[in-house]
């Protein structure tokens, strides 16, 4: 499974949109892009995924580059309850299912 | 209604002794996975199971075993615990149908700590 890089903590305003990125220049053309969040110390919760085209689901929005090298998880109005770890994974749909957790971005959402 | 539940979610235990985790499941689901976390660090698989008869080792299945009773239930065990063992543990699911995504369901964890 292709590997990786989020920046490790970032800042958000309460009402604005986070937009948390990811990069993944080692992907290839058959792994897909999953989002997964962690809010402190609770279980992993999915959020979104996508292979090529950008989706949008009722959590949050994901826009793929055009290369796929890399992604963009974007919160479109942030709470306070957004408060946790976001991971990246990079995996192919189809595999044994294992997920391989990086380090994740921490969003910090303040009032 | 918690679709993924584990038991006991805190637990203390010395070194040397057996201890088994347990996790139960109401999706349905025929793949079922045990991780560890420790503190700042990402999840890291120990076991996953396609199906009752079906048992695989993960990244670091050293110093643990596992059982999958049935469709809805997986258990984790350390056999003779070590401090080093001290961790959040998470058990989750997920459903191979094509077209279901793949994602995975996790438990609420539990939280060990071998003295």
């Known amino acids: 499974d292709a590997k990786t890089t989020q920046p490790p903590s970032m800042d958000c305003a309460e009402g604005r949109a986070a937009n948390l990125p990811c990069n993944h220049s080692?992907?290839?053309?058959?792994?897909?892009v999953y989002w997964y969040r962690q809010i402190h110390s609770q279980g992993p919760q999915y959020i979104i995924h996508?292979?090529?085209n950008n989706e949008t689901n009722e959590m949050a929005s994901l826009i793929i580059t055009e290369d796929r090298k890399s992604s963009t998880l974007i919160l479109p109005h942030a709470t306070l309850r957004d408060t946790a770890v976001y991971y990246c994974?990079?995996?192919?749909?189809?595999?044994?299912?294992?997920?391989?957790f990086g380090q994740g971005t921490t969003l910090q959402v303040k009032p | 209604d918690a679709d993924v539940t584990q038991t006991p979610r805190n637990r203390i235990t010395k070194t040397g002794k057996r201890i088994m985790l347990e996790c139960s499941q109401t999706k349905g689901h025929d793949r079922m996975y045990w991780y560890r976390q420790d503190p700042g660090l990402g999840l890291r698989l120990i076991y996953y199971s396609f199906d009752v008869k079906d048992i695989n080792k993960g990244e670091i299945s050293d110093g643990y075993s596992v059982s999958r009773q049935a469709q809805a239930k997986f258990s984790l065990s350390l056999e003779s615990a070590i401090p080093n063992q001290t961790a959040l543990y998470f058990c989750a699911t997920s459903d191979p149908t094509p077209g279901q995504g793949y994602e995975q369901y996790f438990g609420p964890g539990t939280r060990l700590t071998v003295t």
């Open positions: 994974i990079v995996r192919l749909r189809g595999n044994t299912g294992k997920l391989i």
């Open positions: 080692t992907i290839s053309g058959n792994e897909y």
């Open positions: 996508g292979l090529k």
